[in-house]
């Protein structure tokens, strides 16, 4: 189903929307998630707030346009309002609140790694794309910091092969994320 | 090397330093190119590019089929239930404080069991009784056990007009802690809200409703209770 049929049936009511729109976006939306709060629980309940919070004001999805910077906008609003609650000092009873004039509220402006979450959202979604074993290959490489030998050891495949699917997957992340490159310089 | 190559190859972390300063030298925009794919590159290596999301949440993936069900995108906000954090807690404390002393006001909790038109789910209903710092308020919540969770819909009356930066919010108390279910407004001073916690009904001691800014600067004010006094 392309993205322009499913906001349709997104913003038409159909609940269905949701889980498909959850499966083709929910890494992306995760990703900024755990990036802008550092706490997986936290970012669980984030990535569940922001379908829920996009599924409420599904009238502004637009099916004429990618739904990914929405979907991102919603997400990083939603971080920074949990961050924000995270962010608040405990008090523990009214006494201890007069005794500290009456306000246990101060909060943290932004979380600290919001900055590059756009490009997370991004490179989330350009992975998950990616086919299953060029993905492997990408995150031992990159994640895991194997040499290509290494990867080709661990997954029982010749070195030749993990080569080419680096480059292969690679360039298809190039592809994808050239835009980024772009709007950055 | 073409520059497309170049920055697939840098992508994957294959030149050379001397390989990229040769091809940059006097080219300041592909400099900064291969600068903004290095910044890709981080985030490759970054947790959060390979750790899975979860899947929908149950309660969430209900309570939008409800809402679909209704007709609609707009009723009562719901929040992800279960998860105890620091501001739980926080308020947690806040709830034991002011809800003792909201005990001596709070009026006696009656339990009725009613069996639902063709649902074999019991419903229980728990009468809300409004504290000490809302006398007008008053209410039930209506509790259904599902495979989901527990649908907790709250008919509320007599509930103040939440001031600009405040809401009201939900809780199931476990084990004497509060869990959070949800938050919500209540602009028009009654109404429905349908909220879901992640806790099966037998472990849930009592229903709550605070009112607090959102903003955290002043602590919640326990409004309505309603206690399980048999569960």
Do not use: C
Not at chain 1, 19 to 44: M, N, P, Q
Request: charged letters at 25%.
């Amino acid at each position: 189903m392309s993205d322009r049929a499913l906001i349709e049936r997104f913003r038409s009511g159909d609940a269905d929307a949701v889980r498909t729109l959850y499966e083709r976006y929910g890494g992306g939306v995760y990703s900024v998630a755990l990036r802008a709060l550092g706490d997986r629980s936290l970012a669980e309940e984030a990535t569940q707030a922001t379908f829920l919070k996009a599924w409420r004001s599904a009238d502004r999805a637009e099916p004429d346009r990618d739904p990914a910077p929405w979907l991102y906008t919603i997400a990083r609003r939603t971080a920074i309002d949990l961050w924000r609650r995270e962010s608040r000092r405990p008090t523990s009873s009214y006494d201890e609140l007069d005794a500290e004039g009456g306000h246990g509220g101060a909060l943290v402006s932004l979380p600290p790694s919001l900055e590059q979450a756009w490009s997370a959202f991004e490179v989330r979604q350009a992975v998950d794309g990616l086919d299953a074993d060029e993905r492997a290959v990408v995150r031992l490489q990159h994640f895991d910091g194997m040499s290509h030998s290494e990867i080709a050891e661990k997954l029982g495949v010749p070195i030749g092969t993990v080569k080419s699917r680096s480059h292969r997957a690679h360039r298809r992340l190039a592809a994808r994320l050239g835009h980024l490159a772009e709007e950055d310089s | 090397m073409n520059d497309d190559e170049l920055i697939v190859s840098h992508l994957a972390d294959d030149t050379a330093v001397d390989e990229v300063a040769n091809a940059t030298a006097g080219r300041p925009e592909l400099a900064a190119e291969l600068e903004a794919v290095e910044t890709e590159r981080d985030l490759l290596g970054d947790e959060a590019t390979w750790v899975a999301p979860p899947p929908l949440s149950e309660s969430i993936a209900r309570a939008i089929a409800d809402e679909a069900t209704d007709g609609g995108h707009d009723a009562a906000t719901v929040a992800p239930a279960g998860r105890r954090n620091s501001v739980d807690r926080r308020v947690g404390r806040n709830l034991r404080w002011s809800g003792a002393a909201a005990l001596v006001a709070a009026a006696v909790v009656a339990v009725v069991m009613v069996v639902g038109g063709n649902s074999p789910t019991p419903r229980v209903e728990l009468e809300l009784a409004g504290t000490e710092h809302a006398p007008e308020a008053s209410g039930t919540a209506g509790v259904v056990r599902t495979d989901g969770g527990t649908r907790i819909d709250l008919d509320l009356q007599g509930m103040a007009v939440p001031a600009d930066g405040e809401l009201y919010h939900g809780w199931v108390v476990v084990v004497e802690q509060p869990v959070s279910i949800g938050t919500f407004h209540m602009r028009d001073g009654s109404g429905t809200v349908v909220l879901w916690a992640g806790v099966d009904w037998d472990h849930i001691e009592a229903v709550t409703v605070t009112r607090e800014r959102l903003d955290g600067s002043s602590a919640a004010i326990t409004v309505l209770e309603a206690h399980v006094e048999e569960n």
